[in-house]
Antibody, heavy 119, light 110 residues
């Protein structure tokens, strides 16, 4: 059974940094594109970032460019999202998801981790 | 403002059929596969449709997807109260080199 378990969400002040983790199990992690998607309170889904197999190619939403970095450790079956220079508008539940938004679709999702940016 | 456009809400009676539209452009829906997600209240999204019209295992055939040009449609037949949820369309945008979602549609089963 595919399981994705996010962690690392917290209350953080504007300008601060946070690293989210997503522990994966139940599938061959290194063989899949992985993605982060967020959802602000009461809002729709927003794609944040994706990383290809091998980790050499990443894609980021404009809102994340220059501030967020997606990475993966295939030896630990773990996906990461390093978030710097956090803003109030980054407040959201962050989900990790298996695969890509097009093609096979985001086939499995974690339960999400809440990031609150506030002073 | 979402790149893909969905109606904010739709409603229909139990047993009826409903469709949810998702409108985009030549660089996103027109150029890439569309996926659809169901999000029940307080839960993570769940993949309903991928590659425009394919259902993952376990998704009933009451759910269907289609795509024409720069628009996609999710259809749900035999509506049940348990189908009340938010539905989101998503795809890749080749010009932005980014994933994009619609704003989501809240389905109410009256």
């Amino acid at each position: 059974e595919v399981q994705l378990l996010e962690s690392g969400g917290d209350l953080i002040q504007p300008g601060g940094s946070l690293r989210l983790s997503c522990a994966a199990s139940g599938f061959t992690f290194r063989s899949y594109v992985m993605s982060w998607v967020r959802q602000a309170p009461g809002k729709g889904l927003e794609w944040v970032s994706s990383i290809n197999t091998g980790g050499r190619t990443t894609y980021n939403a404009d809102s994340a460019k220059g501030r967020f970095t997606i990475s993966r450790d295939d030896s630990k079956n773990t996906l990461y999202l390093q978030m710097n220079s956090l803003r109030a508008e980054d407040t959201a539940v962050y989900f990790c998801a298996k695969d890509a938004i097009s093609g096979a679709g985001l086939g499995n999702w974690g339960q999400g981790t809440l990031v609150t940016v506030s002073s | 403002q979402s790149v893909l456009t969905q109606p904010p809400s739709v409603s229909a009676a139990p047993g009826q059929r409903v469709t949810i539209s998702c409108s985009g452009s030549s660089s996103n829906i027109g150029d890439n596969y569309v996926s659809w997600y169901q999000q029940l209240p307080g839960t993570a999204p769940k993949l309903l449709i991928y590659e425009n019209n394919k259902r993952p295992s376990g998704i009933p055939d009451r759910f269907s997807g289609s795509k024409s040009g720069t628009s996609a449609t999710l259809g749900i037949t035999g509506l049940q109260t348990g189908d009340e949820a938010d539905y989101h369309c998503g795809t890749w945008d080749s010009s932005l080199s980014a994933g994009v979602f619609g704003g989501g549609t809240k389905l109410t089963v009256l």
